[in-house]
Structures are given as structure tokens and as C-alpha cells.
């Protein structure tokens, strides 16, 4: 038998339906990207209607028994993206034809020879209605049945059928899965229209919303029928526009990374602005930042690109915000709250309280009355109720007039006003997709299925509760805030127009989630959950992520209020090169302008100057070394500010996203913070404390060393031993590391003496010693690890270190390098210890296995038998490696002799890979820099690692012609791909 067989030749339709798809994508990426889901779900209508006809001439009785060929899902909607799936229905009346198989066979298989994903099923009538009983997502698929082909009316009396059919006893069940689906949603994928990496599909404000949306309206059609109708005709083609913005970012999407995939990647978004006809400014045209004359010629075109995406993701933000928003409303709407748990009630003059949310009493004349706007924001958040659509409406009505845009910023109390609500955005809302109780009726029809459908919404009574009780109200809130619904209409900006540049705007890395205005937002969020409160105030419990020294800080500061605005104000020069000093001059004249006291104006423009102090500090300083917590201390002058400063740092960077944020970037955080108020409080450190600290810990790791080891029953080292260890130590290893880790130290050189003497033994004298390494690992706080490497001192270890931690997929956070005097490794021979903090490796993973690993593989390196060079090399060519997604960016290098007294500063910024920290250290080994403290940080793709080197002989290297040297041989290392 021949075993080259060609596969089977596709049918006449199937082929036109390739060349279809083919002809269809050009079009699309032609700039007809709009028309291709309804013209992608007509070539398959018309795949079907020609594929049945051709089975029908070549086998009569394959379609003797009447059938329909019924599309569900995206397809029934006619919403074909290029990677979507096809769901189709063979649908029988009353029994599945004999020939019900092969004749599925003929229709099915040529899709699967396409590559299509196919999601078919064949079923009677019955077993459509009894699967849509038992089954939420096949009853859900199955609200939007279309007719292909076959028997229209079979298709009919399926659509006739589910409308009568009200689910008896399964409504609770129903309502429930519905409600958790949307909870599931938002766990799993987030609020998309505020992500700059959004779901398209099933993040919150995506087209699962708008679906939703459409589903609602034809089950209840007063929802957009009438004159009292909560939804008007502009709205409707609102968001059928809207919905087309989505659906064609996700055509685009497909079509950009030729799979299925509804995600919006960073490194797809170029493609996919393109795609929709987004251009950002040419070269030598817009932009804040002034290119440099020696500048990469790739960099105008990055320029271009970053603002083409910015402008896509601006408008595709805005789209779904405004699904989002109506999503909400439209369920609100059409199953409000029972009218006991939430009767009208006025709030303010002019303002009501109702079953929706807080609306306006006359919405037409409020567009004219931008105080009782502003007023109606105020009370829904002092009531923590939402927005009515009505009042969202009216809103933006009043917006959409550039005169009366205009008002707004003249109001007079618009900073006690967001005050106020900046205070109350840490609360949480009180409606979630509320519970009706509707009365039974004897009506039938899409009536019937209405009223059905409100008591889906009914979770299951508690069997031990009384007749008639009614279950609690959901407890998490999915509508927006007060502050959301700011941001959502446009009202922030126009209050404050200081904020209108910033609210849509895209930073184009990995680093943020949010765009900055969303993120300003979250800021301030953050903040208000940690802000002390009254016995009235309800609050959502701060995140379990926040030490206690946060919360107690917070507690503490007489002026809160202070820092909410500063909160506000830090990124509104974000657009700018130095947002940070532009930031401080315009939060300045903004809040004169507001009306603030001078003293909290002082404040504020110094949290705004200085909100990236911490951080930076840090992530890129020596926090043992005292004076840098000393400048910090010095730049704050009180305890106020620096807790301030640390509590805004705190917000910002939880804001900002999990590359910003870890629990070991917190303990950095609170570490500088802790030893910064101490100098305020307690008074400067002095050398004699210094002596005394370094006394103490030698001390206790002496007696901790001399005894065995509670955790791993080690043996009691000898105290003549571990003293000579300790006179070995540097000093600063009692100054940076506690007892614990020295004691451990201690051990770890008993046992790299045990193996260097063998190693003598079994070696020439050359040779020996040259692969004994011996490692320590622990976990440390912020889910990382302590890992103590300790190898006999050479040139270019620590470029060894750092090489095998990357080729074991450790991330390193810092490193320290510790060098013994000499004799501690052997007659004139210096040990080494190399202390990293990694990151947690990866779970699963056997550490015991991963240490010993490593440790084999420090030592292989340093014998010549592991090429470093060549396995990382591997290792990044690799099919399996996790390429980064951030965008591309240049390198920089800055050498500075002035940060520390005794030590050369090396600051290294570049995009991040694998294995780049080996080849930075490897260009400072090769220049005659031994590498003393690292501080590594990555963020957005790129690192910013800060490096402290002495030359050969222990000085700063001060030859300004040799600095300029390794400054271009590390640029060569860190550009090297």
C-alpha cells in the first residue's frame, strides 16, 4: 500500500469557499475589514446551500427525511470572524434520519479539511428543548438561531417553541449560572475597556456585553419601545457602532496572528492598527520627546507606530467603556431591584434615588444645570448607589455643547465636590445585577419568556428560611462607581481640563495595564480603601497584600485629603518628558485654581515632584547603605511627607500592574521607607551604631553557627573555625545580611572546605578548586529566595552565577557579592559569595533537585565543561522560550562617581532577554570592573539594572577615558541579540 496517499480532493464548494475566504481576508486587509463577519458567515451560508445540493445529486436519499441546517452562536449572528468558530445545528422534527451521519460526514468534513473549528451537532426538536433545560450554554447559544437552508419552517417552530418555552423550576438554577458566568468573566478576563492588553470577546465590555445587550432588548422590548423607553434610538445605533468598533478590532486581531486568539496582544496591535486604517505622525512629526541626532533611524518609525496604536486603543477603549456602561444599565433596567429593598426617594433637590441608580428628576433640564450634575456625581457616591442610564445620558448631552462643556470648569465648589468623591470611591457599591420577584401570569409567547427570564434572576430560596423571605442582595458590586462613571462620560475631564489630555491616553509598553487616565483613577481608588474612616462608612477590607505598617501609616496622617488629590494630580504631565517637574507646576496652578490652602498646595506639588522617589530608590540603590536612606529622609524633611510619599509609591505601583508591583518590590518599598523614618524620628545613624549592629550580629551568628541547626539537624560548627570565618567575612556582611543568613554562611564555607580539600586531593595544584561551588537557598519574605553561592574568587564569577540562575529560569531581583579576605579559600585564595534573591521558582518544581542543579552547573561552567554563552544562546532560539511581548526600545548606559563614596555606579537600560545580566557582567569582567552590589529591576519589557564596581585594585574607576570604554562595551552587550 502506498503510504503517500493524497488526501482527498475538496468538493467543488468547499473550494469556492477557500478561495471566498482567501479573496475575503485581501479585502479586509485592503481596508474593507468592516464588511468581513456578515460576508464571512454568507460564504458559509452559501457553502451549505451549495454543499447540500451537490450531496443531493449524488445521493437522492440523503435528504429524503425533512431537515434544517440552523446556525447558533456567532455564526447564527452572522459575526464570522477569520478564526471564529462555525455552529451549526442539523436539526429533525421528530427522529435523526438513518442518513443523518453520512450526510454529515458530506457537509462537516470539508470545514475540518480547511482547518475550520466546527461546532456542529444534529438533534430533534425535543432534544434542542430538553439540552436547553439542562444545559446554560446551549440554551444561551440557541437565542440566536438562524435559518440556513432546508426546511424554514422546522426553523421556525424551534424559535416559536423556545420563546414559549419558560424553563419551570430551573429559573433559580439559570439566574444563578448567569450571575456567576459574568463574576467568572470578570475574575478571568477583567475590565477590558480599561486594559491596554483587553479580551475582546469575554472581558467586561467586550462582545459577550454587547451580546448580552441584544438579548435583553428583544426579550423585553420596552426596553426600547416607547416613549418612557430607558433606551432611545441614538443610544441603539450608539452601540451598533460601538459593537462594529469591537468586532472589527477582533476581525483584525485574527487576521494579525492567524489564529484564533481574543487577546489584544501588545506585539499584534501594530498590525491590527494598521489593519484599521490607524496612522500615527510620520517621521519628524509629533511627539513630546525630541529625538536625539545620532538616534537609530528605527526611531521616528517607532514614534509612528506607538502612536498609531494609542490612537486605536484610545477609540476601542472608548467603544467599550460605553458597552460596558449600557451592559449595566440594560440590566438594571430590566430587572430592577424589588421595589421594597430600593423605593425612590429624593436625595438632593432635583436628584432621585431610584431603582436604577441615581437619576435626575427632569434629565432634559438638567443638560443646561451643570451644578446639579456635578451634584447628582456627589450624592451617588455618598449613597454608593450607580448612575442611571437616564443621568449618564443627560451627562454626556450636556458635555456634547462645547459652551456647556465649558461651565463646568467654572463651577465654583468642584474641589470639596471630588473630595467627596474621591473619599467615598474606596466604598463599595450597593448594586450588583439585582434580583426581581415578578408576579406570575398566565401570558405566553416572547411575553412569557421575558417574565421567565426575570426570575432567572432569583437565586434559590434557603429551604431553612421563612415563606415568603427574600434572599439577600448579591454582596459584590459589578456597576461602575461614581468616579468610573466620571471617567465613562467624560465629566473629569471637563470639571478638570488639566485631566482631558491624559484620560485616554496609551502608554504602548507591558509595564502598565491601564491607560493613564483609568490608572489615575485606580490610583485614587486605592488609596480611599486605605483612608481611615468613620463608624458610618462602609469600605471594602484593604487588599491582603498591604503590610500593617501601610494601614497603621495611613491611620496616622492628619491630612488624607492631601493625599487623594496628590493621587489625582501625579500623572497629569504624563504626556510630557519630565512629568514629574512638569507635574508639580501644573498641579500647582490647578488647585490655586480650585481654591486648595497654600499648605496643602506645598504638599501635593511636592508628592507629585517626587512620587517616584521610592520606587526608584528602591528598586536601584543600596538600601545598606545608610545614606541613602539619608537622602531620602532629607528630600521628605518629616515623617508626614515620607509616609505620604511611601503610601502614594504604594498605590501607584499596585495601579500599575503586576510588573510593577510584587510582594518583594513591597518589601523594598517598606524597607527604604522604614529606615528613612527612623532617621527622622530616631535621630542620623552614627558610626557607633553602625559598630554596635555589626557587634551584634556577629555575635549571634557565632552562637547560632556553634549549635546544630534546628531546621536540618547540621552538626555544631567548631568555634575556633567559625571565628576565623567571621575575621574572614567582610565587614559588610555584618552590616547587610542578618544573623540567620551569616550563621548559614558560616556552614556554607564549612562545607566548601570539606570539598576543597578533596578536590586537592584527587587534582593537580593548578586545577584544584577551580569547581568547588556550594549553594544555600531559602526563602525570603515577598515569595522569593535567598540563594548563596560560595566558589573560589576569580575574575568573572559572578558573570557565571548570574548566567546558570537564567539558564534555570530564576529571575534575579538583586545580587551582592561578597568577597573573604584572603586565605579563606585555600594559601592565597579568596572566597566568593554570591547572596541573589530570585524570584519563586516556578511550582511543581522539585527544589531540592533545582538547587543541586544549579550548583552542578556553576561548577561545570567554571571547569570549561558548560558553555554558558551557547546553552543561553540555545535557550533564547528555542521554539519554547516566551518571547517579550513590550515593544522594542534603545539602550542606555550612564557610569556616576558621585551616588557613592566608595564605589563606580553603572546604570545599564535596555530591553530585557534571556541571559542579559551574564553578558553585562561578563563586558564588566572583560573591562577590569569587579562587580560589588547589583540592584536589577525590570519593567515594560526593559531593565534598569544598577551595578556597583571597583577596579582591579578595590577603587572607583576614575579614568573618564576608561569609563567611556565600558560604557560602549556595555551598550555592545546589552544591543546584542
Given amino acids: 500500500m502506498d503510504d503517500n496517499t493524497t488526501p482527498p480532493a475538496l468538493p467543488p464548494a468547499a473550494q469556492r469557499l477557500r478561495q471566498g475566504r482567501l479573496l475575503l481576508a485581501e479585502a ?4 474593507g475589514i468592516n464588511a468581513y463577519p456578515a460576508q464571512g458567515a454568507a460564504l458559509m451560508d452559501a457553502y451549505f446551500r451549495e454543499r447540500l445540493d451537490e450531496l443531493r445529486t449524488a445521493s437522492p436519499g440523503l435528504c429524503a427525511t425533512p431537515f434544517a441546517l440552523v446556525a447558533v452562536g456567532g455564526y447564527g449572528r452572522a459575526e464570522l470572524c477569520p478564526a471564529s468558530d462555525v455552529d451549526v445545528l442539523l436539526l429533525y422534527e421528530n427522529a435523526i434520519a438513518p442518513a443523518a451521519e453520512e450526510l454529515s460526514r458530506g457537509l462537516f468534513h470539508p470545514l475540518w479539511d480547511l482547518g475550520l473549528d466546527l461546532g456542529h451537532g444534529v438533534r430533534t426538536l425535543a432534544d434542542c428543548l430538553r439540552l436547553a433545560g439542562e444545559d446554560m450554554l446551549v440554551l444561551t447559544s440557541l437565542l440566536d438561531v438562524r435559518h440556513v437552508a432546508g426546511e424554514g419552517a422546522l426553523t421556525a417552530r424551534l424559535q416559536r417553541r423556545l420563546a414559549e418555552a419558560a424553563p419551570p423550576g430551573r429559573a433559580a438554577a439559570f439566574g444563578q449560572w448567569v450571575l456567576e458566568h459574568n463574576a467568572g468573566r470578570r475574575a478571568r478576563h477583567g475590565d477590558s475597556s480599561g486594559l491596554l492588553e ?4 469575554n472581558g467586561l465590555g467586550g462582545l459577550r456585553d454587547a451580546h448580552q445587550i441584544r438579548w435583553l432588548l428583544r426579550l423585553v422590548p420596552s426596553l426600547c ?9 441614538e443610544d441603539l445605533a450608539l452601540l451598533e457602532a460601538d459593537h462594529a468598533v469591537v468586532l472589527c478590532a477582533r476581525t483584525a486581531l485574527h487576521l494579525a496572528a492567524g489564529r484564533k486568539t481574543d487577546r489584544l496582544f501588545f506585539d499584534l496591535q501594530p498590525q491590527v492598527a494598521r489593519t484599521l486604517g490607524f496612522s500615527g505622525a510620520e517621521p519628524g512629526q509629533g511627539g513630546d520627546e525630541p529625538q536625539a541626532a545620532d538616534a537609530p533611524t528605527g526611531l521616528a518609525t517607532g514614534l509612528a507606530t506607538g502612536l498609531a496604536v494609542e490612537g486605536f486603543l484610545s477609540r476601542l477603549h472608548q467603544a467599550m467603556t460605553r458597552i460596558r456602561a449600557m451592559r449595566q444599565a440594560c440590566w438594571l433596567e430590566a430587572f430592577p431591584p424589588r421595589a421594597e429593598a430600593c423605593a425612590p426617594a429624593a436625595a438632593a433637590p432635583g436628584i432621585l434615588c431610584g431603582p436604577t441608580g441615581m437619576a435626575l428628576c427632569d434629565p432634559k433640564a438638567a443638560a443646561h444645570q451643570p451644578a446639579l450634575i456635578l451634584a447628582l456625581y456627589v450624592a451617588a457616591a455618598r449613597a454608593a448607589r450607580p448612575l442611571a442610564w437616564s443621568a449618564l445620558r443627560a451627562t454626556r448631552a450636556a458635555l456634547a455643547d462645547p459652551a456647556r462643556r465649558a461651565a463646568f470648569a467654572e463651577l465654583p465648589d468642584i474641589l470639596p465636590a471630588l473630595l467627596e468623591i474621591f473619599r467615598a470611591s474606596g466604598q463599595p457599591t450597593e448594586s450588583s445585577p439585582p434580583h426581581a420577584a415578578p408576579q406570575e401570569s398566565a401570558q405566553t409567547g416572547p411575553s412569557r419568556l421575558a417574565d421567565a427570564l426575570r426570575r432567572l434572576f432569583a437565586p434559590t430560596p434557603n429551604a431553612a428560611d421563612p415563606p415568603g423571605a427574600h434572599p439577600p442582595e448579591p454582596a459584590a458590586p459589578a456597576v461602575a462607581t461614581a468616579l468610573q462613571s466620571m471617567l465613562d462620560t467624560g465629566l473629569m475631564a471637563a470639571l478638570v481640563p488639566e485631566f482631558a489630555p491624559v484620560e485616554h491616553l496609551v502608554q504602548f509598553d507591558d509595564f502598565h495595564i491601564h491607560p493613564v487616565g483609568k490608572h489615575t483613577l485606580e490610583v485614587v481608588r486605592a488609596l480611599a480603601s486605605i483612608r481611615p474612616c468613620g463608624p458610618e462608612e462602609r469600605r471594602s477590607p484593604p487588599d491582603g497584600d498591604l503590610s500593617p505598617d501601610i494601614l497603621e501609616r495611613a491611620a496616622g496622617l492628619p491630612h488624607f485629603d492631601r493625599l487623594l488629590l496628590a493621587g489625582f494630580c501625579h500623572d497629569l504631565a504624563k504626556p510630557r518628558r519630565d512629568h514629574c517637574g512638569e507635574g508639580e507646576a501644573l498641579s500647582r496652578a490647578l488647585l490655586g485654581r480650585l481654591g486648595a490652602d497654600p499648605e496643602a498646595i506645598d504638599d501635593v506639588a511636592f508628592l507629585v515632584r517626587e512620587h517616584l522617589l521610592i520606587p526608584k530608590t528602591a528598586t536601584r540603590r543600596d538600601l545598606a547603605d545608610e545614606s541613602v536612606a539619608a537622602t531620602v529622609a532629607e528630600i521628605c524633611g518629616g515623617v508626614e511627607r515620607l509616609d505620604m510619599l511611601h503610601l502614594l509609591a504604594v498605590a501607584d505601583s499596585r495601579s500599575t500592574g503586576p510588573r510593577a508591583w510584587s510582594p518583594w518590590t513591597a518589601a523594598l518599598f517598606d524597607e527604604l521607607a522604614r529606615k528613612a523614618r527612623g532617621l527622622l524620628t530616631r535621630g542620623p545613624l552614627s558610626g ?24 536540618d539537624a547540621t552538626p555544631a560548627l567548631e568555634r575556633g573555625f567559625a571565628e576565623r570565618c567571621l575575621e574572614h567575612m567582610p ?14 554562611h558560616l556552614r556554607l564555607a564549612r562545607r566548601f572546605a570539606l570539598n576543597l580539600a578533596e578536590d586537592m586531593v584527587r587534582k593537580p595544584a593548578a586545577k584544584a578548586g577551580l569547581g568547588v561551588a556550594e549553594i544555600d537557598a531559602v526563602p525570603v519574605r515577598g515569595r522569593a529566595f535567598q540563594v548563596s553561592i560560595a566558589a573560589m574568587d576569580r575574575p568573572g564569577l559572578f558573570a557565571v552565577m548570574a548566567g546558570v540562575l537564567a539558564l534555570h529560569d530564576l529571575h534575579i531581583l538583586s545580587a551582592e557579592v561578597l568577597t573573604w579576605g584572603p586565605g579563606s579559600a585555600g594559601p592565597g585564595a579568596s572566597l566568593a559569595v554570591d547572596v541573589f534573591v530570585v524570584r519563586e521558582p516556578a511550582p511543581g518544581l522539585s527544589l531540592e533537585d533545582l538547587w543541586a542543579r544549579v550548583r552542578r552547573a556553576v561548577s561545570y561552567a567554571l571547569t570549561d565543561k558548560l558553555s554558558l554563552e551557547y546553552r543561553l544562546e540555545q535557550k533564547r532560539n528555542s521554539p519554547l522560550a516566551q518571547a517579550s511581548r513590550a515593544p522594542g526600545g534603545r539602550c542606555a548606559v550612564r557610569v556616576d562617581n558621585a551616588q557613592s563614596d566608595f564605589h563606580t555606579l553603572v546604570e545599564v537600560a535596555a530591553p530585557d532577554r534571556l541571559g542579559l545580566l551574564h553578558d553585562l557582567a561578563r563586558a564588566l569582567c572583560a573591562h577590569g570592573a569587579r562587580v560589588h552590589l547589583a540592584r536589577i529591576a525590570t519593567s515594560a519589557g526593559r531593565i534598569h539594572d544598577v551595578f556597583y564596581v571597583r577596579d582591579e585594585e578595590g577603587r572607583k574607576i576614575a579614568d573618564p577615558q576608561r569609563l567611556e570604554v565600558l560604557r560602549r562595551a556595555l551598550l555592545a552587550a546589552a544591543r546584542h541579540n
Avoid at 198 to 201: A, G, N, S, V, Y
Fill in 28 to 31: 479586509a486587509r485592503a481596508g
Fill in 198 to 201: 483587553p479580551e475582546l470577546k
Fill in 225 to 233: 419601545a416607547g416613549p418612557q423607553a430607558p433606551f432611545t434610538p
Fill in 688 to 711: 557607633p551604631d553602625a559598630v554596635d549592629t555589626s557587634r551584634r550580629v556577629r555575635e549571634r551568628a557565632l552562637a547560632l553557627a556553634t549549635k546544630p541547626a534546628e531546621q
Fill in 731 to 744: 565587614a559588610r556582611a555584618l552590616l547587610v545580611l542578618d544573623a540567620a543568613t551569616v550563621a548559614r
